[in-house]
């Protein structure tokens, strides 16, 4: 594995939201956002891109979502995140690890 330095993971950024109990698992509004920042210059890590896979855990998808968080320098953070426990632990993650921590507004 190549160790990422600093500069290499500025223009990433990680979308963190919650999923659970949502229709869809909440895909739309993460695809949505992707969108948004991929035309904005972002290079975009979306946690929803492996779909829904079978037999996969919730810890299967924390890990697999904390490896995407590696990449990135910048966390965007869905509406409705504080209520999710999984982007609970990714914000907690951000924010000891100094990424820069972008909110939803709209």
């Not at 869809?24 to 991929?38: K, P, Q, S």
Request: glycine share 8%; hydrophobic share 40%; charged share 20%.
């Amino acid at each position: 594995m190549t160790l990422l330095l600093k500069a290499d993971r500025e223009n990433a950024i990680y979308i963190a939201g919650p999923m659970t109990g949502y229709d869809n698992y909440n895909f739309d509004a993460f695809n949505a956002v992707e969108i948004d920042l991929f035309n904005a210059g972002w290079d975009v890590e979306n946690p929803t891109k492996h779909g829904v896979v079978e037999g996969a855990t919730w810890e299967d998808y924390m890990l697999s979502c904390l490896g995407q968080i590696s990449k990135c320098g910048n966390m965007y953070m869905l509406k409705g995140w504080e209520a999710s426990k999984g982007a609970c632990i990714e914000y907690s993650l951000a924010s000891m690890l100094k990424l820069n921590i972008i909110y939803q507004t709209e």
